[in-house]
T-cell receptor, first 116, second 111 residues
Framework: GAGVSQTPSNKVTEKGKYVELRCDPI?????LYWYRQSLGQGPEFLIY????????DSGLPNDRFFAVRPEGSVSTLKIQRTERGDSAVYLC??????????????FGPGTRLTVL | DAKTTQPTSMDCAEGRAANLPCNHS???????VYWYRQIHSQGPQYIIH???NNETNEMASLIITEDRKSSTLILPHATLRDTAVYYC????????????FGTGTRLKVLA
């Protein structure tokens, strides 16, 4: 079946602009995760959704970052007043409802965000 | 901070077994060990996971020491397409299901 998809694949914006990044999880996956990855580093956790609600948003770096998942499927990561330091690859993953410790996350290809 | 430590890089000859170690000395009793890999410009790909027993699937084998403080991912016959960054992750912990990635091991398979 279809995997996790993310759009756009690349986004170039100017400092101070607003951007939205979209994630379509695997059908039936109730958990959704956002990570970001800087060059040469492992992915860094941002936020995790169980259904429509954010179960853990401890990784959001500041209040310029916000994510929603209104119907428990598609999610949008929103970044206001972008800064050059926000440039990274933003990864989305989904999984079945975590249970008993087994919760393989399936990752999308990522959105490469470049802030000029 | 990542709860795992891995060597920064390793080389392996094509056709030989690649053995990638991971130290997770602070792992707790209910945490699993997960392995992912990331090929250049792609998202991480799940490989295998285990709790305490050794595991094998079509991609790899996972050997977990009896005290669970370390593990080894084994790619039995490495190919050039196995060149990637390999991440070892432990979790879940503290009621959250986020992954905490380290910097991983960059495996280069040599022809």
């Amino acid at each position: 079946g279809a995997g996790v998809s993310q759009t756009p694949s690349n986004k170039v914006t100017e400092k101070g602009k607003y951007v939205e990044l979209r994630c379509d999880p695997i059908s039936g996956h109730t958990a959704l995760y956002w990570y970001r990855q800087s060059l040469g580093q492992g992915p860094e956790f941002l936020i995790y959704f169980q259904g429509t609600g954010a179960a853990d948003d401890s990784g959001l770096p500041n209040d310029r970052f916000f994510a929603v998942r209104p119907e428990g499927s598609v999610s949008t990561l929103k970044i206001q007043r972008t800064e050059r330091g926000d440039s990274a690859v933003y990864l989305c993953a989904s999984s079945l409802l975590p249970s008993g410790g087994t919760y393989e996350q399936f990752f999308g290809p990522g959105t490469r965000l470049t802030v000029l | 901070d990542a709860k795992t430590t891995q060597p920064t890089s390793m080389d392996c000859a094509e056709g030989r077994a690649a053995n990638l170690p991971c130290n997770h000395s602070t792992i707790s009793g209910n945490e699993y060990v997960y392995w992912y890999r990331q090929i250049h410009s792609q998202g991480p790909q799940y490989i295998i996971h285990g709790l305490k027993n050794n595991e094998t699937n079509e991609m790899a084998s996972l050997i977990i020491t009896e005290d669970r403080k370390s593990s080894t991912l084994i790619l039995p016959h490495a190919t050039l397409r196995d060149t990637a960054v390999y991440y070892c992750i432990v979790g879940p912990s503290s009621g959250t299901y986020k992954y905490i990635f380290g910097t991983g091991t960059r495996l280069k398979v040599l022809a």
